[in-house]
């Protein structure tokens, strides 16, 4: 049920509770593990648009070399409920372990099928996103005055780490701090294959009181509004005062544009797919991308020094931003992936080539 009073009925799989949250749509045909538990999920109601879901199942989630699960993006489901078209509950798959369903009743979230999730999405796409709830049948749904919107709550804190984390400490070349804003595993994953060691803290870490020595900065994606994370914001400022490389994901973004001065706003529906196109504007290279936000910077809200990088082909926003002199530079989309196409990979190296 959306907060416009649409009623969409359909059957229920994994959890059977009731949920509210904001209804988003990805437009992606695999990778519903990884996409369930990214972080930058937190508190909305996912919307499958490829029709069919769970026909191969939930993997084992082994751990690689790194001791980093493999196939999970985090270790938790993010999402507060899922919405298809239609639900499989025959899964067929050598590395699976157990179906959507069960998974999903483990973690207590909610899955509703045999919804027309094409003309929900096309709702979500011209009206633009929207609050919404998953309702039990014979449960009276929550009114729409009391729906609570996610992104007015600092949804960081909640998926943040507490403490501070090493990984591959004393055989790193390079140390970078990682903030962690909602860390996606294939990041950490992608920075230790490079042979660097990584400090990961907690979001609103002061780095500059730290025991911790390092030679550059990594801002994580995550969830939620990027204005609201004063804290990091202030911690970037430092760093560029500083002249200390940075480098941004998704929600990185966003932040180190704050940290720049610079402003965001809250897109109309977001990009949440595996097939965004991305133009280089120096260079005129073009790029297929995995995006997951709904918030985007003001691209002439930019103050001197800095320039748009990046940019999506299809509705202009802003794709990636960088300081013409200073060691600074952040992208919206997942150049690690997980689900995507690997285009952008090289992205990490140059971030260990400005250390």
Known sequence: MLEDGTILEGNSFGAETGVTGEVVFNTGMVGYPESMTDPSYRGQILVMTYPLVGNYGVPNGTRDQFGIKKNFESNAIHIRGLVVSEYSDNYNHWNAKKSLSDWMKEHG???????????????LR???VQLGQIVKSGERPVPKEELEDPNTVNLVAEVSIKRPVVYNEKRGKKRIIMIDTGMKHNIIREFLKRGVTLIRVPWNYNIWKSPYKFDGVFIANGPGDPAMLHETHEILRTALTKRVPIFGICLGNQVLAHAAGAKTYKMKFGNRAQNQPVIDL????????????GFAVRASTLPKGWEVWMQNINDKSVEGIRHKTLPA?????????????????????EFIKML
């Open 109 to 123: 979230i909610p899955g509703i099928s045999g919804v027309d999730t094409r003309a929900l999405t096309q709702r």
């Open 329 to 349: 530079m952040a992208v919206q989309f997942h150049p690690e992936v997980t689900p995507g196409p690997i285009d952008t990979s090289w992205l990490f190296d």
């Open 282 to 293: 120096k260079t005129g290279r073009c790029y297929i991308t995995s995006q997951n936000h």
């Open 126 to 128: 011209d009206g633009g």
